[in-house]
């Protein structure tokens, strides 16, 4: 077995953290494209009182 010294220690340690804030921005990204998809009108108030409604497919 490799004997792992403080580079390699720092090296390992470096990419769990990267694997893990991967992982948690794929879980993000996946329940924000679940909530759009569920989202069916959006609306907007504009300057002026007008208001725009932006209908999505459901």
Same mark, same amino acid.
């Not at 220690?9 to 993000?28: C, G, P």
């Given at each position: !077995?490799?004997a792992? =010294? $403080? $580079? %390699?220690?720092?090296i !390992?340690r470096? @990419?769990?953290?990267?694997?893990? *804030?991967y &992982?948690? #921005? @794929?879980e &993000? @990204? #996946?329940? /924000?494209? *679940?909530i759009?998809?569920?989202? %069916? %009108?959006? +609306?907007? #108030? !504009?300057? =002026? =009182? *007008?208001?725009? +409604? /932006?209908?999505?497919? #459901?």
């Amino acid at each position: !077995m490799l004997a792992v =010294g $403080p $580079p %390699q220690e720092f090296i !390992m340690r470096s @990419l769990s953290s990267v694997q893990v *804030k991967y &992982t948690r #921005a @794929l879980e &993000t @990204l #996946a329940r /924000v494209r *679940k909530i759009n998809r569920s989202i %069916q %009108q959006i +609306n907007i #108030a !504009m300057e =002026g =009182g *007008k208001q725009v +409604n /932006v209908a999505g497919e #459901a």
